[in-house]
């Protein structure tokens, strides 16, 4: 059996070093002050109560810190929690490192760069071709390691371009199919939607969002980026208008966070690979921790549904 806490069944124990994801105070039906815990390791993560806690307990045991806990899976309202027996500070004599309980790619940086540097070459418009590369030059190192989501969709370490490089994917597979589409366009629109995400997210380790990426989100941020560098670089033309488009469509509707459609053939393909690779993502994450017959936990993001894993699925 694989180890790590993704990957725990109900009734097994636990004793291990675990790092904090979040902490947030509430108070019981009896008056006494507890913590709501959000556990995580590389493998995933977990909720735990942390009961009848004392004022010190508040400043101990914050996000970001390892704690060194015993406990058991429990299961309270069909999702696993982790019931606290004992718990403490991690010292620096034990020998982990908060980088030890982050989620990482399932792609090296190095690959994930040569990717995007592959697509931007295929492209022949001039003026896509500039701007993209110059985001890709502005923003490489955040790129390569911030996580696509604060939860849900490839929210690790590099999440963000794995996610970008699997849509190019996606991208190049329906080109063969539709050779109608306007490649570059596509793969322009891909790698920059969700760079605004830079702005929007506060990091990786406990991704939470920054007062810009409250007030104004990542879509609005990117639109006014791509109009500022297309000034920057002397670029005029249709093209400028029509990224900020794809930008401002690709999450589809409105009540999806999209002020306006997509209203240009390239937008809507742009919105679909984006909905293909994040639920394929939750998916196969959610699935590749539960055995052939059973059902993966209720995944919010998927209309809060339980998918099952056929028992004639291929090892």
């Known amino acids: 059996m694989r180890k790590?806490?993704?990957?725990?069944?109900i009734g097994d124990s636990f004793d291990d070093f675990i790092l904090i994801k979040e902490a947030a105070r509430g108070v019981a039906s009896n008056g006494k002050a507890f913590l709501t815990l959000i556990l995580r390791d590389a493998t995933g993560e977990i909720?735990?109560?942390?009961?009848?806690?004392?004022?010190?307990?508040?400043e101990v045991f914050l996000p970001e810190k390892i704690v060194r806990l015993t406990g058991e899976i429990n299961q309270f309202r069909g999702k696993a929690q982790l019931k606290i027996f004992t718990i403490r500070p991690a010292q620096p004599t034990d020998g982990v490192h908060v980088a030890d309980f982050v989620e990482k790619a399932p792609v090296e940086k190095d690959i994930l760069i040569e990717k995007?540097?592959?697509?931007?070459?295929?492209?022949?418009?001039?003026?896509m071709q500039r701007i993209v590369r110059a985001f890709i030059k502005k923003y490489?190192?955040?790129?390569l390691t911030y996580p696509a989501a604060s939860k849900n969709h490839h929210e690790y370490v590099s999440g963000l371009a794995h996610h970008v490089v699997s849509m190019l994917g996606i991208a190049k597979e329906l080109y063969t199919l539709y050779p109608q589409i306007n490649k570059d366009l596509l793969y322009a629109g891909i790698i920059l939607h969700d760079l605004g995400k830079l702005k929007e997210l506060s990091?990786?380790?406990?991704?939470?969002?920054?007062?810009?990426?409250?007030?104004?989100?990542?879509?609005?941020?990117?639109?006014?980026?791509?109009?500022?560098?297309?000034?920057?670089l002397q670029i005029e033309g249709e093209e400028v208008l029509i990224l900020q488009h794809l930008v401002l469509s690709h999450h589809g509707k409105a009540e999806w966070g999209s002020p306006k459609p997509p209203l240009i053939r390239e937008a809507e393909l742009l919105h679909l690979i984006d909905l293909i690779d994040a639920k394929m993502n939750m998916l196969n994450r959610a699935l590749d921790k539960v055995k052939p017959g059973e059902f993966t936990e209720r995944l919010f993001a998927m209309d809060n549904r339980q998918f099952y894993k056929p028992l004639f699925e291929e090892k």
């Not at 790590?4 to 069944?9: D, K, S, T």
């Not at 380790?205 to 989100?217: C, D, F, Q």
């Not at 879509?219 to 791509?226: G, K, L, N």
């Open 140 to 143: 490489q190192d955040a790129l």
């Open 4 to 9: 790590g806490i993704g990957y725990a069944n």
């Open 203 to 232: 990091g990786v380790v406990t991704t939470s969002y920054t007062i810009e990426g409250k007030l104004l989100g990542h879509i609005p941020i990117m639109v006014e980026e791509i109009g500022i560098m297309a000034k920057e």
């Open 116 to 127: 995007l540097t592959e697509a931007i070459f295929e492209m022949k418009n001039p003026a």
């Open 47 to 58: 909720e735990a109560k942390l009961w009848d806690i004392k004022k010190e307990d508040e």
